[in-house]
């Protein structure tokens, strides 16, 4: 019990400090490496089992896994760049493409649940996309309606009576007082830098501070700040290949599911690294000994334990 608490300890503090100054981390990582220090500490290196049944396996994976994730990658890119951006009318294109691109991201989150839905469900997804996201895109991009709003989108086809676009008016100046009092013509703030909108008050100022720092973040601000894992993200941009405005808006929905389907799928991979060492600790504070047979076993799998006063204390 002793030894699976160390290791909670020794990678919780680790991934927040790497999270804290922007290290790409992973929890997996963290946790197996703090079981297999234990192991080592408690058993020394012999202790482990290092063969392909043992930690190989798993480093094995980590090692593969990144390289197949790269030619999928690879693959969607390839596609999206040549059906749908370096043609003629990639907008066109990008509203004939979306369905079947949202289709195969309903189908991949599918088949992590249950395989035999993948097609109803990717299907299903299909005519929802057709039926309500690209009649409002239709309208947004290609027609301009610059009164259309997110709430507009649950009218699927209602949206194709609204008849012609009027034209858009001329965005009206604020008057804003200089420094030295003087009135000048300037853009309205930002609502993250007004201050009307910024709560104040003691506690519940720093309360909102710390828990909601992002809020008050100029992303795009951010993103122009050197970084020693990124780089130059700003140099970056400016030598990345451009490609039509709106038909680069068309993937912006598409990232709101693939992001949900990998936050489902992360999560359902951190869960585990979070519960299996609780569960562990509880398993042996309620036996008192340790099965490689059982739940408890697949999680120390790794290790060989030599006698059960060291097994008692893993």
């Not at 390839?78 to 990639?90: E, G, V």
């Not at 249950?114 to 996201?133: D, E, H, P, Q, S």
């Not at 699927?156 to 030295?180: D, F, I």
């Amino acid at each position: 019990m002793l030894g699976i608490a160390c290791a909670l300890v020794a990678s919780s503090t680790y991934l927040t400090f790497a999270t804290k100054i922007g290290l790409p981390v992973s929890t997996t990582h963290c946790i197996v490496d703090g079981v297999i220090g234990v192991g080592i500490a408690s058993l020394g290196a012999d202790g482990v089992n290092w063969g392909w049944k043992g930690v190989s396996q798993v480093f094995a994976a980590w090692v593969i896994a990144p390289g197949v994730a790269g030619i999928f990658g690879a693959i969607v890119s390839t596609i999206s760049k040549y059906t749908i951006l370096k043609r003629k009318n990639p907008l066109k294109f990008g509203l004939i493409m979306m369905p079947i691109f949202f289709a195969f991201t309903a189908g991949v989150l599918v088949m992590v649940i249950i395989l035999g839905c993948i097609f109803g469900m990717a299907g299903a997804v299909a005519v929802i996309v057709i039926t309500f996201l690209i009649l409002y895109l239709y309208r947004k991009l290609i027609l301009d309606d610059w009164q259309l709003k997110l709430w507009h989108l649950p009218l699927g086809p209602l949206l194709l009576r609204r008849g012609p676009v009027p034209e858009r008016p001329t965005p009206r100046r604020t008057k804003t007082p200089a420094a030295k009092g003087a009135d000048t013509d300037a853009e309205a703030l930002p609502w993250y830098k007004d201050p009307k909108n910024r709560l104040t008050g003691g506690a519940f100022k720093l309360a909102k501070n710390t828990f909601f720092h992002g809020v008050n973040v100029d992303v795009a601000a951010e993103q122009n700040k050197k970084f020693i894992l990124a780089g130059d993200l700003e140099k970056m941009h400016a030598h990345a290949q451009h490609f039509d405005n709106k038909a680069e808006h068309l993937f912006s929905y598409l990232q709101v599911m693939t992001a949900a389907t990998a936050s489902f799928a992360h999560g359902a991979n951190d869960v585990p690294n979070a519960i299996g060492p609780l569960a562990t600790i509880f398993l042996v504070w309620n036996t008192g000994t340790i099965s490689t047979g059982s739940h408890l076993g697949a999680v120390l799998r790794w290790c060989r334990h030599r006698d059960r006063s060291l097994d008692i204390r893993l």
